[in-house]
């Protein structure tokens, strides 16, 4: 499974970014596409995930401010993210859980390389 990640970068406190992520290289369609973020000093966490079926969920600390969205044709899951703050500034992280089945809660991770975001104050 390959990973392309692009849209990050230093922006002002209260702009945006758009994060895209290319996945290539399977063809399982019961999956799972998220967006997860590093900190320095602190552990990964889940910013944003949608499913197969476009469902969403999100870290409730970011709900209303970013936006997770795919384009199953591309293979792609996008995370819009407006009104950043400096907090957060961290390695945003496409992750690809692919399920064993439908319904399933087993899967299997695959993690981009990752992508910095930097928000000035």
């Known amino acids: 499974v390959q990973f392309v990640e692009s849209g990050g970068g230093l922006v002002q406190a209260g702009g945006s970014l758009r994060l895209s992520c290319a996945v290539s290289?399977?063809?399982?369609?019961?999956?799972?596409m998220a967006w997860y973020r590093q900190a320095p000093g602190k552990q990964r966490e889940l910013v944003a995930i949608?499913?197969?079926?476009?469902?969403?969920n999100y870290a409730d600390s970011l709900k209303g401010r970013f936006t997770i969205s795919r384009d199953n044709a591309k293979n792609t899951v996008y995370l819009q993210m407006n009104s950043l703050k400096p907090e957060d500034t961290a390695v945003y992280y496409c992750?690809?859980?692919?399920?064993?089945?439908?319904?399933?809660?087993?899967?299997?991770?695959?993690w981009g390389q990752g992508t910095q975001v930097t928000v000035s104050s």
């Open positions: 290289g399977t063809t399982f369609s019961i999956n799972a």
């Open positions: 992750n690809l859980k692919i399920f064993t089945h439908s319904g399933s809660s087993y899967y299997t991770s695959y």
């Open positions: 949608i499913g197969s079926g476009g469902n969403t």
